[in-house]
């Protein structure tokens, strides 16, 4: 990274937030007697929101629920879809994102609130499929810890995406969880390059942390898909059969990958970000991912905006395909189980 860049975050800008009429910004730098500053430390916001758990409409990914305890994160990964979401709270995709985290205190209540209701039936429910559930401020509110008491108490289905190891803190609820089949973990690994990792992802956990998370819930029965994503065509599109391959040596029962793709604001904070930390390859990337997206950074396309189309898009499939059936034939997640769902007895009744 160059030397002005800053350290420990992902996004090196704050980009304009098209929803905002107003924003302050230093056009004229050389008339200021002193630059304009702006808070570096990560500042956590309390919200008490009246629904947690959304249905999920897009065509790829049918039959779902999807709940964030979290909005915005401290992980800062550079290429994170949820960025824009930042926007509708009236904030940037950039460093906002990462510096100022949204934190869902009421989020076990709403979960139970939404089981109770007389018309629901069960349906898998991904957890942190927007932000990550495990971010570094899990460790002090415990929110992801008390929504998997509530899957519990409820017997009902839940599949955890995260790539922090701090996932291993709940090892207890997740066997338990396990015992009846109600829980699926997904862990993201997008490069086993520690320097690329750093900068790419700089607040997640090693590449080494989470092969290691992999191995103890995969020792403990615990069904684990490895995510290798998102793949950036000439930055870690090469390193699949590692990934995978390591993935399966520590027991991963499947793995599966995304393309990278920069909608919205995330084009321009991405680029800031590759100019910055690998000037020398860094429109070979742009461009190649532009290829695998019908010629722009952005694709919105259902159907093909998760795995891109064309040569290049192409090659990454076969060899992601070849690698997970080398590593990983034979092997698959066992079905989540819907059948055990029950609502808890409320009131006096519950007390005898």
């Excluded at 990274?1 to 230093?26: C, F, H, W």
């Excluded at 390591?246 to 599966?256: D, M, N, P, T, Y």
């Amino acid at each position: 990274m160059a030397e002005n860049s800053i350290k420990g975050r992902g996004a090196q800008i704050n980009s304009k937030n098209p929803y905002l009429k107003d924003t302050y910004v230093t056009e004229h730098i050389e008339g200021l007697d002193e630059p304009l500053l702006s808070n570096k430390a990560t500042t956590f916001l309390k919200e008490h929101p009246k629904k947690i758990v959304n249905k999920i409409d897009s065509p790829d990914l049918r039959g779902m629920y999807s709940m964030n305890p979290y909005q915005g994160c401290e992980h800062g990964c550079t290429y994170c879809y949820a960025r824009n979401t930042h926007q509708y709270y009236g904030m940037s995709a950039g460093l906002d994102f990462e510096r100022k985290i949204i934190m869902k205190m009421n989020a076990p209540t709403l979960l139970e609130k939404f089981f109770d209701h007389k018309d629901y039936t069960p349906e898998p429910i991904m957890l942190a499929g927007n932000t990550d559930c495990y971010q570094p401020v899990e460790r002090k509110t415990g929110i992801t810890r008390r929504l998997l008491e509530v899957f519990l108490k409820y017997k009902h289905p839940v599949s955890i995406i995260t790539k922090n190891s701090l996932i291993l803190r709940d090892l207890d609820l997740l066997k338990e969880l396990n015992d009846d089949n109600l829980v699926h973990v997904n862990i993201s690994i997008t490069s086993l390059d520690e320097s690329l990792r750093q900068q790419l992802e700089p607040r997640t956990a090693t590449s080494h942390n989470r092969l290691k998370a992999v191995e103890a819930l995969a020792s403990n029965g615990i069904p684990v898909n490895v995510m290798v994503a998102p793949i950036i065509p000439s930055l870690n599109s090469a390193e699949i059969p590692e990934i995978i391959k390591e993935a399966a040596a520590r027991g991963a029962s499947s793995a599966a990958y995304t393309m990278v793709r920069l909608n919205g604001s995330i084009g321009e904070i991405f680029e800031n970000w590759i100019h910055q930390a690998y000037p020398e390859r860094a429109e070979k990337v742009l461009n190649q991912i532009k290829e695998c997206h019908g010629g722009t950074l952005n694709d919105s396309r259902f159907g093909t905006r998760m795995k891109g189309e064309g040569p290049i898009a192409e090659a990454i499939a076969d060899l992601f395909h070849v690698s997970a059936q080398k590593y990983l034939g034979g092997r698959k997640m066992k079905p989540l189980n819907l059948a055990v769902f029950k609502r808890p007895e409320k009131g006096q009744l519950s007390l005898f």
